[in-house]
């Protein structure tokens, strides 16, 4: 059974991915349909970060899991030298 700590941690990050899930939405589907002297423009950034933020993300993930993967063999072989 998770704890009340645990349930709030859990809680807070499912918050935090509805906002940023709803905001993108607005943002990337909504916002190309709304003439741009509306005032709801002033609170999203200009629409090449919507492109950009998730590329940069993307780029640094996929270093993350390439070097996590050459970690793994680099360990792998150094137990099979030791063996």
Sequence with gaps: MASTLDQAAGWG???IAGFVFTYYSIWVIVLPFVDPDQP???YFLD???AV???????????MIIGAL????TM???KK???S
């Design 75 to 77: 360990k792998s072989r």
């Design 47 to 49: 629409r090449f970060y």
């Design 69 to 72: 993967i050459v970690h793994d």
């Design 13 to 15: 990050l499912v918050s």
């Design 80 to 82: 099979v030298k030791t």
């Design 40 to 42: 709801i423009h002033q």
């Design 52 to 62: 950009a933020g998730p590329l940069v993300a993307g780029v640094i993930l996929l």
